[in-house]
């Protein structure tokens, strides 16, 4: 800070030549038609020797501070905050940095030597096998998406979904019913089953009774299809496959603990009409319901 006072009180040279020693007030002294002139790009100095006046830029140096063009900063002059900046410590450089020879280390044993395996507590038992399990996790727990008969009618009624078409996953995706987050496909719910009034088609991984019901009353039909995970994507995203350079896969029949859960395997690509059920599948169903 002292040095920039300085910088800004003490000038070596003076590039302005209109400097002048004066004996009078400047008020006196110069003229009406100079004191309106731009202002000086130098900074003003205040001497010992007398007092000075630019006839120039009208500036003088009987303020006895800093110039209104003048700036108490530079670029030259931006430092960082004490303390903002830490050096890193060097080790193993001598004894006076006081992280010399063992640095801070230690005389001998296994800390000094290298490091341990994450968890090692020496020997004893460590903290994960000392605490009880707890739980587990189902590796074939499958998720599906629930979307409502109401939204549904609601989304017929505002033209993006054809009523007149087989309405499947995608189609359901395209229109904003799900979201990104699928999972394993979408459970078809009974909610706003009072708004289905007209025969739709649909073709879902999983069903409600009370959903199936009330389509089945408009005169429409639900199909419970199976995908994969493979097959979902290349019934979602085909255009991800076009883009690989790949063909799309063929579609995969349902494990044995599925079987009974799904009506038919799922078609690819996605498909535009719905496939009849038979009166075997119709007894089937309705033994299975009852």
């Given at each position: 800070?002292?040095?920039?006072?300085?910088?800004?009180?003490?000038?070596?040279?003076?590039?302005?030549?209109?400097?002048?020693?004066?004996?009078?007030?400047?008020?006196?002294?110069?003229?009406?038609q100079l004191l309106s002139t731009q202002p000086c790009r130098t900074s003003l100095s205040n001497g010992?020797?007398?007092?000075?006046?630019?006839w120039s830029c009208s500036h003088s140096n009987q303020n006895r501070g800093y110039s209104s063009s003048s700036s108490l900063l530079a670029l030259n002059d931006l430092r960082d905050n004490r303390g903002s900046r830490k050096q890193k410590t060097r080790k193993g450089r001598g004894i006076g940095s006081g992280k010399g020879k063992t640095a801070g280390r230690g005389h001998k044993g296994q800390k000094a030597r290298g490091t341990m395996k994450f968890g090692f507590e020496g020997g004893q038992?460590?903290?994960?096998r000392r605490l009880p399990k707890r739980g587990f996790k189902n590796?074939?727990?499958?998720t599906f998406q629930p979307v409502g008969l109401g939204k549904i009618a609601k989304l017929i009624n505002a033209g993006k979904i054809d009523s007149s078409e087989l309405i499947t996953m995608k189609t359901?995706?395209?229109?904003?019913?799900v979201g990104k987050q699928i999972g394993d496909g979408i459970r078809l719910m009974g909610r706003g089953a009072e708004h289905i009034e007209w025969p739709i088609h649909l073709e879902v991984s999983r069903v409600?009774?009370?959903?199936?019901?009330?389509?089945?009353?408009?005169?429409?039909?639900?199909?419970r299809v199976y995908y994969?995970?493979?097959?979902?994507?290349?019934?979602?995203?085909?255009?991800?496959?076009?883009?690989?350079?790949?063909?799309?896969?063929?579609?995969?029949?349902?494990?044995?603990?599925?079987?009974?859960?799904?009506?038919?395997?799922?078609?690819?690509?996605a498909p535009s009409k719905p496939i009849p059920f038979t009166n075997e599948e119709k007894e089937a169903m309705s033994a299975s319901l009852a």
């Open positions: 800070m002292l040095r920039r006072k300085l910088a800004s009180l003490v000038s070596a040279s003076r590039i302005c030549n209109g400097w002048t020693k004066i004996n009078k007030p400047i008020s006196q002294t110069a003229p009406k010992a020797l007398g007092s000075y006046y630019c038992t460590p903290l994960r590796p074939f727990s499958l359901l995706k395209d229109a904003g019913a409600t009774v009370r959903a199936k019901a009330a389509v089945e009353a408009a005169g429409g039909s639900v199909r994969n995970k493979l097959g979902l994507r290349a019934l979602l995203k085909p255009e991800w496959f076009e883009k690989k350079g790949r063909l799309l896969p063929k579609a995969a029949r349902p494990p044995p603990k599925q079987r009974d859960k799904v009506d038919s395997i799922g078609r690819l690509p």
